[in-house]
């Protein structure tokens, strides 16, 4: 029985790049609306996206395009808890796993991702919010608030 080989710290990571020019394709097709085969639709807007992508990186959206054995050929799916400019934070970030994250988008941006149960972008949000909290609070202890 072979075993796998165990890559050290001094050792290139293949798989780390081969997941990052994966990502950066698929992150380049999505910006070009390329092979694109699922629309979201939020506040009468349409966004073009890849059904395997959302899939794979949403559990939500992987039981609405797949119910059970049999694939969903829906080519729309209606988002109305979601506006739209928070939408594409959210894709920006399935994408590419960076999104544009503020004081202003960032409650938002933890409801969407507990909507889509995105919990690597859940855990962002929770990570910013609580930074930007203590900074805030640090801020106003120094000016006497």
């Known amino acids: 029985m072979e075993t796998a080989e165990v890559l ?3 050792q290139p990571d293949f ?3 081969h997941f990052s020019d994966v990502t950066s394709t698929l992150g380049g097709l999505w910006r070009r609306r390329l092979y694109t ?4 639709v939020t506040d009468g807007k349409y966004v073009r996206c890849h059904r395997v992508v959302l899939a794979s990186a949403s559990s939500y959206f992987h039981a609405r395009l797949y119910n059970g054995k ?4 829906t080519d729309k799916i ?7 400019d928070i939408l594409g934070d959210v894709l920006d970030f399935v ?10 988008n960032g409650e938002d941006l933890l409801r969407a991702a507990a909507i889509f149960e995105l919990g ?7 990570f910013f919010l609580e930074d930007f909290v203590r900074a805030k609070n640090a801020l106003q202890a120094v000016q006497g608030g």
């Open 8 to 10: 050290t710290p001094t």
């Open 15 to 17: 798989r780390y790049r």
């Open 37 to 40: 085969d699922l629309t979201l």
């Open 70 to 73: 049999k694939e969903n050929t």
């Open 78 to 84: 209606f988002i109305n808890d979601v506006p739209r």
């Open 95 to 104: 994408y590419s796993g960076e999104c544009r994250l503020t004081e202003e």
């Open 120 to 126: 690597a972008l859940r855990d962002m949000c929770d």
